[in-house]
């Protein structure tokens, strides 16, 4: 037939008459067409997502048996498993998502609609006693901040009580999306505190970062339990969090419980101080872009 394929259109294998269903070469099927809309479901899906697939096996270890999904990645047991950044990235998104659609982050700030800025003083960020910026009898403010800062500042506060309350409502949006590119940034950090006090253990920063993940996935997930309707299910994800971390740490890294507390609040610490900092960052960052 003349509609028949003569050669593969990815690397150029010429076939036989007539053409086999793929390519003896590349494996790329021999006839191409555009694609239909439930082929780009399936391609989407398929055993990513059916009942037997890598994503609900990968989610059955990750929730009921913390650190074994990193056991089974570093003793090489992979093919069955979502990869560790494909895993991450996929919650992490999820989540994000459904933050900014059923979600909020509270700014705390509600304006009277006849409030006069012309009195009185409205502080906008402070840090300390030298350090702060806001209105102060209608006057802008901008103290021990670069000068670019202020000058961004100074055109979000320039505004009436109703402009004002706009951009207090829209600080919520920004904070929420700009979240997950903070944590994704965090996640090499907690990596590298677990590979400085677990030296001896002799594994590879990049098996630390697997292990960052797939904690980092848990956690996301717990923040997402917080999203449901039920009372009391902030306070349970706020203990799974450190509960799931100790069971994995267990798990994946071993020893003795008195130096297993030990790196672990050694970190928690640090990563906790790192983290509160990332926190103000994403809401400056908020505030000015």
């Not at 494996?27 to 082929?39: D, F, I, K, N």
């Not at 009185?120 to 021990?144: H, N, P, S, V």
Request: glycine residues 8%; positive net charge.
């Amino acid at each position: 037939m003349s509609d028949e394929p003569r050669a593969c259109a990815n690397c150029g294998e010429p076939f036989a008459s007539p053409p086999p269903a793929f390519c003896p070469a590349c494996g790329q099927e021999s006839r191409v067409r555009a694609p239909t809309l439930g082929e780009f479901v399936q391609q989407f899906g398929g055993a990513y997502f059916s009942t037997e697939g890598a994503l609900w096996r990968t989610l059955k270890l990750l929730l009921f048996k913390p650190g074994e999904l990193t056991r089974q990645y570093l003793a090489g047991r992979r093919k069955l498993y979502v990869l560790p950044l494909r895993l991450y990235l996929t919650i992490s998104l999820v989540t994000i998502l459904l933050l900014r659609v059923v979600g909020e982050v509270d700014t705390k700030v509600s304006l009277s609609a006849d409030l006069d800025l012309g009195k009185g003083e409205y502080a906008l960020l402070q840090f300390g006693e030298g350090t702060a910026a806001g209105l102060k009898d209608g006057a802008f403010y901008c103290r021990g901040l670069p000068e670019w800062l202020c000058q961004r500042l100074q055109r979000r506060l320039d505004a009436d009580p109703k402009g004002l309350q706009r951009e207090a409502d829209a600080l919520s949006g920004r904070v929420i999306g700009n979240l997950g590119g903070a944590m994704f940034l965090m996640v090499p950090l907690f990596a590298l505190l677990q590979k400085i006090v677990h030296w001896n253990r002799r594994l590879r920063y990049t098996e630390h970062l697997v292990f960052a993940l797939h904690l980092h996935a848990f956690w996301f997930i717990c923040l997402l339990l917080t999203l449901l309707p039920v009372p009391g299910m902030v306070a349970v994800a706020a203990a799974l969090v450190p509960l799931y971390a100790l069971a994995a740490l267990k798990r994946v890294y071993g020893g003795r419980w008195p130096w297993r507390w030990a790196r672990a609040m050694l970190v928690s610490m640090t990563y906790a101080v790192a983290l509160s900092f990332a926190l103000v960052g994403v809401v400056i960052w908020s505030l000015l872009f």
